[in-house]
């Protein structure tokens, strides 16, 4: 298969396509690469599906938003991460529903904190919820077998790490990304994925 992965140099996106790459041809894109593919630029979308021909699937390993106590959460705060983390990887859902060959799939990712939030989560837990509502309505919507699921990462040891924080609760990179290998070649249709079923 030839395989696309968004955010490709991200921890999750470069565990991802290090797990897919062993299988299939795998091209890592995100806003700094060429081609080019800029979740918050959906203009990117056309040009890029324009260049690269016969995709059979789509990986979102990107997407940002704001990370604070609800009541210092501004406007700006709530648009980066709705532009971002959800409106971004709907418009990467959108785009791959018409350019991914026939029996392909397309994967976001949202997060634990969808399902698990914790203080200063408000704005990532409601686009996450947001992404895996929407993923599981273009589910039962995708024409020509082509199958649409999300993975909901849990904290992982390498980001942890990289914050100063304890990692023993996280889940190291390489185990996140067998659950967007089950997504990509599996038949779940819908679902949203919780890597820790995959480890």
């Known amino acids: 298969m030839k395989i696309i992965v968004i955010g490709s140099t991200g921890v999750i996106g470069a565990a991802v ?20 593919l800029d979740i ?14 016969d ?16 009541l210092e959460l501004n406007d700006e705060d709530f648009q980066l991460s709705f532009n971002s983390k959800l409106l971004g990887q709907v418009a990467v859902i959108r785009a791959a529903l018409r350019h991914v060959r026939d029996n392909g799939s397309v994967t976001v ?3 634990v904190l969808s399902q698990k939030p914790m203080p200063g989560s408000g704005a990532v837990s409601l ?12 589910a039962l919507e995708a024409t020509r077998g082509i199958r649409v699921n999300v993975v909901s990462p849990p904290w ?17 990179a390489d185990d996140v990304a067998k659950a967007y290998v089950a997504a990509v070649e599996g038949k779940a249709q819908g679902q949203t994925l919780d890597p820790a079923d995959f480890v």
């Not at 396509?17 to 081609?35: C, D, N, Q, W, Y």
């Not at 959906?42 to 040009?47: A, I, V």
């Open 127 to 138: 686009v996450n919820s947001g992404l895996e509502g929407f993923a599981r309505a273009a």
């Open 55 to 70: 995709v059979d699937a789509v990986v979102s390993c990107a997407g940002r938003a704001a990370f604070k106590p609800i």
């Open 156 to 172: 992982v040891k390498e980001t942890l790490v990289k914050l100063n924080m304890d990692p023993a609760p996280g889940l190291a």
């Open 40 to 53: 918050e630029a959906p203009s990117t979308f056309r040009e890029f599906f324009s260049a690269l021909k």
């Open 17 to 36: 396509i290090r797990a897919l790459a062993k299988r299939h041809e795998v091209i890592g894109v995100s806003r700094h690469t060429s081609p080019r």
């Open 109 to 111: 990712t949202s997060g």
